[in-house]
């Protein structure tokens, strides 16, 4: 009889170690392969998930994908301006890669069955099962089809044996990426509850956060930021080295209640330096770059855009349709910009680029090149037509 076969997802957390065993004990799964995928977390993080699941299931993968989540996810996002409800987007973009790892695997090992650690209460959900099913894998998720609880998993996983990190006394489940650092649950889940400070790890409190303005300068190039404070770097070390230097000046915490996809309204708290900058210095140069029209549209793209990724629809025709559109704005969208970091906030100091639309002689007080006459005739047709109206009302 031939082997039941099931490639799980896997981070190394609390639900998707909680899953191995119950693959086999409730789903009768012979075999279960693991697959870890490196989008930028902790290299402990990445360890540890390695070596549990090498511990616990029949095979693993470690996957290093950070430079295609960077070159294929994050940079698209700059460019769009990728924000959903206010904040910049991380989980929501790695799900998808992340997915299309484990399909991979899953044809290699010639699995014809799936399996994440997502509840049915959130979005990831949807983000792993879009792709699976676009790809033709059966689908398992646990926690969602036997409706487990967390108290419940924790006391599983401790009959078990099954290492896990978070307790009833650490609740908090934490999810991140070189971009974003997500934290919820446990009192959390309570939109009146203050979090603790030793929730965060990327930021400081704006209380604790240098007395003085820290003044750093970013080049973009079509779209992509290039350099950091006049040195050239590779995505992954400029996004690290800006999460550090925006994270000690306390900018880039989140903490809001949003509309997931379900939806349900959940409390979610993110850290996300880095990003905070990037996407306000990238709007910022896009004004100075870009007509008034293409500003105004791509304002609509944008947030499209953002609720596809937000969704994981990577591969829904309109979103290849709004990558084409923004990629063709960005031609332009090259240059640099000054930010200051101050205390939890960010200010644009300046900006330039060689493809900049403003005219400072055009513009100038002092200067004669545009005839100011002329504007007396544009001036003369003007909101004719509300004129008009006011006019006739009057009779």
């Known amino acids: 009889m031939e082997k039941r076969k099931v490639v799980l997802a896997f981070s190394g957390g609390l639900d998707t170690s909680v899953c ?53 996810c994050i940079f698209p996002s700059i460019k769009a301006n990728g924000s959903y409800e206010g904040y910049p987007m991380g989980t929501a973009l790695a799900r998808p890669l992340i997915a299309e790892e484990i399909v991979k695997v899953a044809e290699k090992e010639g699995a014809s069955t799936v399996a994440h650690g997502c509840t049915g209460k959130g979005n990831d959900q949807l983000r792993f099962d879009f792709i699976f099913r676009s ?29 896990v990190s978070v307790g009833k006394e650490n609740p908090y489940s934490v999810d991140e990426n070189c971009w974003s650092r997500s934290i919820e649950g446990g009192r959390l889940e309570d939109p009146a509850f203050r979090p603790p400070e030793e929730i965060y790890a990327w930021t400081v409190s704006p209380k604790e956060a240098p007395d003085a303005v820290e003044e750093i300068r970013i080049e973009f190039e079509q779209g992509v930021p290039v350099a950091l404070n006049g040195k050239r770097l590779p995505g ?17 915490r989140n903490d809001m209640v949003e509309d997931r996809i379900l939806g349900l309204k959940a409390r979610e708290i993110y850290e996300h330096p ?51 559109f923004i990629d063709k704005t960005q031609e332009r969208a090259s240059g640099v910009v000054d930010i200051g970091l101050y205390k939890g906030s960010l200010s644009v100091l300046g900006r330039s ?28 047709y003007f909101g004719l037509q509300a004129r008009l109206l006011k006019n006739l009302k009057k009779c």
């Open 20 to 72: 191995i065993p119950l693959l086999r004990e409730h789903y009768g799964f012979d075999e279960i392969v693991t697959v870890a995928v490196d989008v930028g977390q902790p290299e402990e993080e990445v360890a540890r998930a390695t070596e549990k699941g090498r511990m616990l299931a029949d095979n693993h993968y470690t996957i290093d994908a950070k430079e295609k989540f960077i070159a294929e």
């Open 135 to 163: 790809a033709g894998y059966e689908i398992v998720a646990p926690m969602r089809e036997m409706n487990l609880t967390r108290e419940w998993e924790i006391c599983y996983a401790q009959e078990h044996n099954v290492p």
């Open 236 to 252: 992954i070390a400029l996004i690290r080295e800006l999460n550090r230097i925006a994270g000690r000046n306390g900018v880039g």
């Open 274 to 324: 880095a990003a905070t900058v990037l996407l306000a210095a990238h709007r910022d140069l896009e004004r100075l770059v870009l007509t008034r029209s293409e500003l105004a549209f791509k304002h609509i793209v944008d947030d499209k855009w953002s609720e596809l990724a937000y969704m994981g629809l990577v591969h829904e025709p309109l979103f290849y349709a709004l990558n084409a």
């Open 353 to 380: 680029s060689d493809a900049g639309l403003y005219s400072g002689d055009l513009v100038s007080f002092d200067s004669t090149t545009i005839d100011q006459n002329h504007a007396v005739g544009f001036s003369n």
